[in-house]
C-alpha cells in the first residue's frame, strides 16, 4: 500500500499556455525534486487514487518519494537520513577567526570588537586539536573557514597557520582547501592572490546591504566613514584582474534597506557581473541584541524575494528557485567541527564570539585551547536532529524540513522562529522555476 508523502508542496493551479492545460509544479522535499501534473491527476493524487494516475508516473514519482510506502515513518527516515550525512561526513570543517578586530561598526552588528589576535601559543593547540581529530577519524578533506570580526584585519595570523594547516592535510592525505568571509575593505588583487596562493582559499563571501544610498548608513567605519566605493571598486578590480576565485555577495535586509536590494542588482548587471558572482539577500535577525526588531516579517520578507529572484533571473544572474536538501544543517550538528575565536575559545555557532550577551551563556562553549578537556553544554546544539525526531519542535510536522534542516538550532533555543524564507514563497518558487527552465528551452516542459 502506497500513500503520498508528507513532504510534497504543490504550487497553486496555473495555465500552462504551450499546452492549454491547468497544470501544478509537485516539489518532493525528500529527493528535492520537481514533477508537472495536471489538477485531475493532483487531485488523484490527494485522494490517494492511484489507479487513475498512469503506472509509469505512479512509478516515476515513487522513485522522487512523492509517493512511499503506508507504514512509513517519514520523519524518521529523514532524521536517520541527516544524521547518517553527518556520521559519513568525510570532511573536517573548522572556522577560525584570527582576530577580533573589524574596522566597520555595523549598526546590526552584535559583537564588540578589539585588537586581539589568536596568540602563538593557541595557534600551535589549534594545530595540535586538528590534527588530533584527523587521527581518530578518516577523513579525505580538510576545510577551514576564515571567519570574523574582520579575519583580513589577522591577516598575518593566517599566515603563520596556512602552510601548517596544509601541511597537516598532507600529511593525512586530506585533501585541503579554505574560504574566507569579508566586509571586503582590505580585499586588494595583492592580498586575493596571497589567498589563493598562500591560503588555498577557493570562496570569498562579501558582504554589500544594498546600493550605495543604503550601505553607507549602515556598514561604516568606526569612526562614521562611508564603505561602500572601496568595496564595490574592490570587486571591480579582482573581477577585471580575472582571479580564479568563486566570489559571492551576501545583501543583509531589514525595513531600513529593502528598497537598496534592486538598485543593487541593477548596478552589478551593469558592471556585468551577473554572470561572475553569486547574489543572496539574508534578513536581519538577532546577533545577542535587539536587531531583529527592525526585521521584515517572514511573509513580506517572502514575497520581497520573489520580486529580487525574478530580477536577478531577468537580469540574467544564476539563480536557485527550488532549495535542494540540507541533510547537514550546520555546523552545530557535527560532533568534530568547531568555531575557534582569536582569545581560544572554541563554541558550537559562529554568532557567539565577541558577542556580550553570550559571555555567561555555556550552551555554545565547547571548551578552550588551553585545557584538556571540553566544558560548557554545547551538547544542546549537536542534539538538535533527537529534539527534531522527539517533536520538540514544530519542525516535526513541517513539509519543509529535509530542505532546510530545521535552519539555526541558537533560534530555537532563543525561542526565535528561524524558518528560511522558502517555507513562505516555496509556491511561487515553482512555478518560477518552471517559467524560466521553459523559457530557456522555449518549449513546454512534461
Known sequence: MLKLSKYTVASDLFLDNATGEYQRVLFSTRTAKTRLINESGWVALQNMDFDKIPSNYILDLVDIEVIVPEDEDELNIIINRNNASIEDSDTLYMVIQPTASCQLGCNYCGQVHSSKKLSIEHQLKLLDRIENKLRVKKYKKLEIAWFGAEPLSGL???????????????????????????????????????????????FIEVTIDGSKEYHDKRRHTKNQKETFDKIFNNILSIVEGESAIQMRIRCNVDRNNYLGVSPLLLLLSEKKLQNILDFYVAPIHSWGNDAHLESISPQEFGQLEINWLAEMNNLGFNVSFVPSRKPIVCLAVKSDSEVIDAFGAVFNCTEVPYVPAYETVSLYSLAHLSMPENIGEGKYLRNFNDEIQNGNLPCSTCEMLPVCGGSCPKQWKEGLVPCPTPKYNIKQRLILAYASEKAKLNEPIH
Not at 598532507?170 to 588583487?189: D, Q
Open 156 to 202: 598575518s595570523v593566517m599566515k603563520m597557520l596556512s602552510p601548517q594547516l596544509i601541511k597537516i592535510a598532507e600529511n593525512f592525505n586530506c585533501s585541503y582547501s579554505s574560504k574566507v568571509v569579508t566586509n571586503g575593505m582590505l580585499l586588494t588583487n595583492d592580498i586575493v592572490k596571497e589567498l589563493i596562493d598562500l591560503h588555498k582559499v577557493n
